[in-house]
């Protein structure tokens, strides 16, 4: 494969994960529950990944390894829960930007867990996106400070994912890795969904909205992603994919009438401007390659 063409999916992968607020957004619409909508995405994702699985017959992993892919599974949970909450009290633009403070927050644990040092350069980085945030959030947001906390939630359990599954996914195919985790995540956000009496989805627009979410926004940008690691590398592809955020902004002004100040798209700017950055150190926090999925 060209690197031009992955490239091309590594654009369409972060397209698939910055869409995901919007697809939440028409399902809410519908009268569809977070833990229904959360539920039914990872059955759907599991489902499908599943039979690629046995087909390429891969080996699933045992013992510690699979303990600490179900644990990313049950992180996964949690911060899934937290994202589309927090979609019910603010702008999908916000919660967007919010939760891709995650590098930031990877490397400041980095950092306390003694596997990176606080150099000035890094020190410098961390200022002007803590900067960027504060920027954000302190302009005119279509956002309550549920929304915002529960944003900011969501960032710190995948940033605790993130280092979680930079020490599992070395020597482990990634669709394997992927596969357990999406299961853990249904099993974890169905029991979330039975427990709370949620409703099963009525319509086909809510139906449509939560396919899209589990094929296009999950296993497809999954897959994607996947594909253009391997290409490209993780670097250069966690560069491309700090698009999500720009997209899922985009998207919910032009689909949903979603209002940007200018506050908000400085704040922005800063904040993408020190993940990218970021990602290009020399010793840089890599993202894992097994369930790449920011939201």
Known sequence: MSRQSAVTLVLLSALGFGSVAIFAKIAYATGVSTTMLLAWRFV????????????????????RVLAGFVLMGLLYTGQAQCYFTALRYASSGLVGLLLYIYPVLVTMLAVALGWEKLNRRTLMLLGLAIAGMAITLGGNLQGQPLGIALGLLAAGIYAVYIVTGGRLTIGTDPLVGTLVIMATAAIGNTSFAIAGGAALPSGTTAWLAIAAIALFSTVIAIAFFLIGIKHIGASQASIISTLEPVITLCLGVALLGESVSAGQLLGGVMVLAAVILLAQRPKQAQEPIAGKAAA
Do not use: E, N, Q, S
């Not at 759907?44 to 013992?63: D, E, Q, Y």
């Open 44 to 63: 759907l994702a599991t489902v499908f990944l599943a039979p690629i699985v046995w087909m390429k017959r891969l080996h699933m992993p045992r013992g």
